[in-house]
């Protein structure tokens, strides 16, 4: 079965640090690959996705992520955080075949906690 | 309006009520989605409905059902929830139901007493 991994629940960074959020898939082949990010009481906003070309993909608020297909990840870079970037971030993968096409399939989010 | 909204954005009820809760979407899309997030779990999708048909529900109990009148609007109605149903529900679009970018509206935190 597909599966979507981010191992860390929590994390805190000091503002103006950099920041790396993993991500890890299960899936035999590449999957279509997104970061969501869900302030408190709001929905999900796309940060960035990928689905095939330059495995550096650059989203907004400054954020970047890399697909690495033999480490089965996509982890989310950010150089320099900013206290806003304070919320839960979301890893979810899309199948390109098969009954659960397009479905999305999604981590258990990343909280990260900012220090002034 | 732009985007995905959702109304209410809270909403109370006992677990003999019943309710609604309504998503829009301005963005033209064919394909809209019900998720619950609750607590310390990951989101759970419930319905899928692709061109106003429901193409997934993933053994949601009867006491949610959905309803699509248009690919614009999507309804969710509630009828003898528990207490444990309690969560946010998000709806989601998107152009189609294949790998392609959902936008999410900003939810209904639900309490059931």
């Known amino acids: 079965a597909q599966s979507v991994t981010q191992p860390d629940i929590h994390i805190t960074v000091s503002e103006g640090a950099s920041l790396e959020l993993r991500c890890n898939y299960s899936?035999?082949?590449?999957?279509?690959l997104f970061w969501y990010v869900q302030s408190p009481g709001q929905g999900l906003q796309l940060l960035l996705k990928y689905f095939s070309g330059d495995t550096l993909v650059q989203g907004i608020k400054g954020f970047e992520a890399e697909f690495k297909r033999s480490q089965s990840s996509f982890n989310l870079r950010k150089p320099s955080v900013h206290w806003s970037d304070a919320a839960e971030y979301f890893c979810a993968v899309a199948l390109d075949r098969g009954s659960t096409l397009g479905r999305l399939y999604f981590g258990r989010g990343t909280q990260l906690t900012v220090w002034p | 309006e732009t985007g995905v909204t959702q109304t209410p954005r809270h909403l109370v009820m006992g677990m003999t009520n019943k309710k609604s809760l309504k998503c829009e979407q301005h963005l033209g899309h064919n394909a809209m989605y019900w998720y619950k997030q609750s607590a310390k779990k990951p989101l759970e999708l419930m319905f899928v409905?692709?061109?106003?048909?429901?193409?997934e529900n993933n053994s949601v109990p009867s006491r949610f059902s959905p309803e699509c009148p248009n690919s614009s609007h999507l309804f969710l109605h509630l009828h003898t929830l528990q207490p444990e149903d309690s969560a946010l529900y998000l709806c989601?679009?998107?152009?189609?139901?294949?790998?392609?970018?959902?936008?999410f509206g900003p939810g209904t935190r639900l309490t059931v007493l």
């Open positions: 899936y035999g082949a590449t999957p279509y």
């Open positions: 409905y692709n061109f106003k048909e429901q193409t």
């Open positions: 989601a679009s998107s152009q189609g139901t294949g790998p392609n970018e959902q936008f």
